[in-house]
């Protein structure tokens, strides 16, 4: 099997972008032997995302793509339906806020008094039930071939990242059969899919054929997000945890993880997987490739 290349960024439609200056910072300090080193590490900035006149959450963020972030957190949160007008996104560098404007008029305070503080790296929350509108979900029942999940594999953990540089990120990559389309990082993995699903808002793109692919756990939010968002698979290289694996099998969700080299474990919705790919000839991962801090 043909692995990427690490400069190979060919098919990404957004890309992580690893030399943005205000992405990470230098700081010094010393090794376990007392030698001085520099390394990269990720900045972290708040963002306070309005929606119409009313302030819904104060998020910590890289950052990054904030228009999206705002609309993916929103569209997520159930506070803009299907079909909502959003007239306009806003967003002020120096204020640190995000304003999304809707025809609609905002009544979300009893929602917003029922938080639920959620596993995220960094402690993400949702807003009312978590179970809230999956009551109606229908995924489509597309075919995952395990060729494509290597192929996805090898090029996203070859793509330069500030996970690959800095560490302490989570990434999350929208697919298209064996093409990464749109790859996201954050602190938090629940930003980093929020900023996808505000991309797939902004430019209308459908949800039926694509996989969702993160380096973060496989956890009751990362399953809801997904699930709400319509798309059908789910992939990580990390493990699971009981609720996240429970909740998939409640909507029929494909739930892949541990995914490293030849390897992955599949504990949901394994009728979508065709196994056209023999995992004796993909070979086991790299050790260069399992990432963190990287010197400045």
């Known amino acids: 099997m043909q692995l990427a290349l690490s400069d190979d960024l060919s098919g990404y439609l957004i890309a992580p972008d690893p030399e943005a200056p205000r992405l990470t910072r230098a ?18 900035r708040p963002l306070t995302i309005f929606l119409n006149g009313q302030e819904i959450v104060t998020a910590m963020t890289i950052g990054d793509y904030p228009e999206y972030l705002a609309l993916g957190f929103l569209r997520n949160q159930g506070m803009l339906a299907e079909d909502e007008v959003v007239r306009g996104v806003e967003y002020d560098e120096d204020l640190e806020t995000v304003v999304v404007r809707t025809d609609g008029q905002t009544t979300y305070e009893e929602k917003l008094k029922k938080k639920t503080r959620t596993s995220g790296c960094a ?49 999350t990559v929208l697919c298209q059969g064996a093409r990464p389309l749109v790859y996201m990082e954050d602190v938090g993995r629940h930003n980093a899919v929020d900023k996808i699903a505000g991309w797939m808002l902004s430019e209308g793109v459908t949800a039926e054929d694509k996989l969702l692919y993160t380096t973060g756990r496989l ?14 698979v789910l992939a990580s290289r990390s493990g699971f945890t009981a609720w996240g694996v429970e909740i998939a099998r409640q909507v029929g969700l494909t739930l892949i993880g541990r995914m490293r080299g030849k390897r992955f474990v599949c504990l949901s919705g394994e009728e979508r997987l065709l196994r056209d790919a023999d995992p004796e000839a993909v070979g086991d991962e790299d050790h260069k490739y399992r990432r963190k801090g990287a010197p400045a």
Request: aromatic residues 4%.
């Open 219 to 232: 956890t009751s939010e990362m399953v809801i997000k997904t699930a709400m968002m319509g798309i059908p």
């Open 123 to 171: 402690v993400g929350t949702v807003f009312g039930d978590m179970m809230e509108g999956l009551e109606g979900v229908q995924l489509p029942q597309v075919q995952v071939r395990t060729s494509d999940l290597y192929g996805l594999a090898a090029k996203i953990n070859r793509t330069p990242s500030l996970y690959l540089e800095a560490g302490a990120i989570h990434g």
């Open 27 to 44: 700081v010094e300090g010393v090794d376990h032997a007392g030698q001085p080193m520099r390394i990269s590490v990720v900045e972290e």
